[in-house]
């Protein structure tokens, strides 16, 4: 589900596939499909490349309870069972800048959804993954022989515990150090299949 509100602006870092063109004069016909919706597709497309990269499989409950994708890790190591899954609620957002500075950013989620999220003891757990976008689509993405770069990324957190402290939404804050890659999802994929919290 995406977020959108007003981008208070951040600090540009190098770009890992050199500088960026200059903006052409001539902008590219864009569909008329909402920024909103265009950004969900957009963190619909990060999960999975993912989810491939860490040799997980991907599967999304019909009807959508609250829990956007059940994501699966098989390995012979696991000790609670030979494939765990953990429950992965995707949001979006371009209100907050790209490389967020301190230990942590503020987001801010419905109560009624942070009480699914936040519910413990669980069977499966669930984590939070919040992708951090440019407010312009024309800067979501750029292709060449280099590579793909998209921007920027995610982070994930486990919110099992977290208290509701509104009256109708609650901020929670997420560790800018757990980007959400192949490593972390491996490495959460691990800790959950020996038994553990994400």
Not at 72 to 99: F, M, N, R, W
Not at 180 to 186: E, G, P, S, V
Request: include cysteine.
């Amino acid at each position: 589900m995406a977020l959108a509100q007003p981008d208070p602006g951040g600090t540009a870092r190098a770009e890992p596939f050199g500088p960026r063109p200059p903006q052409q004069p001539d902008a590219p016909l864009r569909g008329s499909l909402a920024t909103t919706a265009c950004m969900e597709t957009l963190q619909v497309g990060y999960l999975h490349a993912v989810a491939a990269a860490a040799g997980c499989s991907l599967s999304q409950p019909f009807p959508d309870n609250g829990i956007d994708w059940h994501v699966s890790h098989g390995a012979p190591t696991h000790t609670v069972d030979d494939e765990v899954t953990i429950k992965v609620q995707l949001k979006c957002t371009y209100q907050i800048p790209p490389h967020p500075a301190g230990g942590a950013f503020s987001f801010t989620l419905d109560n009624a959804h942070l009480v699914k999220l936040a519910r413990s003891p669980v069977t499966v757990h669930k984590i939070l993954v919040v992708m951090i976008v440019p407010r312009s689509q024309d800067d979501w993405l750029r292709a060449g022989p280099g590579g793909l770069d998209l921007r920027h990324c995610c982070y994930w957190t486990n919110l099992a515990g977290h208290a509701v402290t509104g009256r109708y939404r609650t901020t929670v804050r997420i560790p800018t150090s757990r980007i959400f890659d192949d490593r972390a999802l491996c490495d959460i994929m691990a800790r959950v299949g020996a038994g553990g919290r994400p």
